[in-house]
């Protein structure tokens, strides 16, 4: 069985930095699309930035050009890098994955969630 750990988060003030990392662990045989997920309390989960096997990132538009995302295919890893850090960032990040072909948002792999506060 695959699991997805996370690492990283905690509590930074306004336009810090900080980096959430996962690791695949388990008898892995693929790993497609990797990506991160946030929820802030009261509001639905929403995609952040996914990455392809290929490396190639997308992000949403509300992170663009301040988080990079970035995979190890080796090590299966995936690791999010969060600058200029807001306070709207604030929320559990969850690491997600697909075992197999298809796009982030059917996701079979999720990590425990990890916390994300900023304060203003």
């Known amino acids: 069985q695959v699991q997805l750990l996370e690492s990283g988060g905690g509590l930074v003030q306004a336009g810090g930095s900080l980096r959430l990392s996962c690791a695949a662990s388990?008898?892995?045989?693929?790993?497609?699309?990797m990506g991160w997920y946030r929820q802030a309390p009261g509001k639905q989960r929403d995609l952040v930035a996914w990455?392809?096997?290929?490396?190639?990132?997308h992000y949403s538009d509300s992170v663009k050009g301040r988080f990079f995302i970035s995979r190890d295919n080796i090590n299966n890893t995936v690791t999010l890098e969060m600058n200029s850090l807001k306070p709207e960032d604030t929320a559990v990040y969850y690491c997600?994955?697909?075992?197999?072909?298809?796009?982030?948002?059917?996701?079979?792999?999720w990590g425990q969630g990890t916390q994300v506060t900023v304060s203003s």
């Open positions: 388990g008898i892995i045989f693929r790993i497609g699309v």
């Open positions: 997600a994955a697909n075992q197999g072909p298809g796009p982030i948002d059917r996701s079979d792999l």
């Open positions: 990455v392809t096997t290929g490396g190639m990132p």
